[in-house]
């Protein structure tokens, strides 16, 4: 990691629901939250509770020197609105194939 740079990835209870419209694209109460030196907390979801149905694979693919190379989906009204590193550095392996999207509701209660 560079210097003053830090990525922590836990497991999380919480429960965090993505809807675009009137469509619920996932659900999960075991999302991973990544905390990344100058990022917002990033909530990461198990593909088992992403609707993949609903998304269609972009040719989008993004490198970052921290977590790897990222592959991402589309939704019609949103282009790569949902993102996964399929293979990530050894520092962040955890993230593997969780899917994470730019906005989520987090449940607090």
Same mark, same amino acid.
């Given at each position: 990691?560079? @210097?003053?740079? %830090?990525?922590?990835?836990?497991? /999380? =209870?919480?429960?965090? $629901?993505?809807? $675009?419209?009137?469509?619920?694209? +996932?659900? /999960?109460?075991? &999302?991973?939250? #990544?905390? @990344? %030196?100058?990022?917002?907390?990033? !909530?990461?979801? &198990? &593909?088992?509770?992403?609707?993949?149905? #609903?998304?269609?694979?972009?040719?989008?693919?993004? !490198?970052?020197?921290? *977590?790897?190379? +990222? /592959?991402?989906?589309?939704?019609?009204? +949103? =282009?790569?609105?949902?993102? =996964? !590193?399929?293979?990530?550095?050894? @520092?962040? =392996? @955890?993230? *593997?194939?969780?899917?994470?999207? !730019?906005?989520?509701?987090?449940?607090?209660?």
């Amino acid at each position: 990691m560079a @210097e003053g740079h %830090t990525i922590t990835v836990e497991q /999380s =209870a919480r429960r965090v $629901r993505v809807v $675009r419209g009137d469509q619920v694209l +996932a659900e /999960s109460d075991r &999302p991973l939250v #990544l905390r @990344e %030196t100058g990022c917002p907390v990033r !909530y990461y979801l &198990p &593909p088992e509770d992403v609707r993949l149905d #609903l998304l269609t694979p972009s040719d989008t693919h993004t !490198y970052c020197p921290f *977590k790897g190379t +990222a /592959s991402y989906w589309s939704r019609p009204d +949103a =282009a790569d609105l949902v993102w =996964a !590193y399929p293979d990530p550095e050894p @520092e962040v =392996a @955890e993230i *593997k194939d969780h899917l994470c999207f !730019y906005e989520v509701t987090v449940d607090d209660s």
